[in-house]
């Protein structure tokens, strides 16, 4: 499993011109299942995403491609992790 921390690097009107576009792309890699959740980091300096296991070298492609990273707008940091342990109901984590 990966978690992917994304830092603003520029103000936030400049990310939020290009937030249809990232919501697109977000979109699309839920839709081939690599992505599990995402969202805001509090206060609202990046983001984080958690993606499914697999290989770390095609994640960092995919990441360059987003709208956010490619314009510089953003930088896009990766923890790849083995989950051992998990809440009860969360255990599918252990299994991505």
Do not use: N
């Amino acid at each position: 499993m990966f978690v992917i921390t994304l830092t603003y690097l520029r103000p936030l009107e400049e990310l939020d011109a290009l937030m249809s576009q990232h919501v697109a792309w977000l979109k699309k890699h839920y839709q081939s299942g690599l992505f599990i959740a995402s969202g805001r980091q509090v206060p609202r300096q990046g983001g984080v995403i958690l993606a499914r296991s697999g290989s770390r070298e095609e994640l960092e492609t995919l990441l360059a491609q987003d709208p956010f990273v490619k314009s510089g707008c953003a930088r896009a940091d990766v923890v790849e992790f083995t989950p051992s342990m998990t809440a009860p109901g969360a255990e599918v984590l252990k299994e991505l």
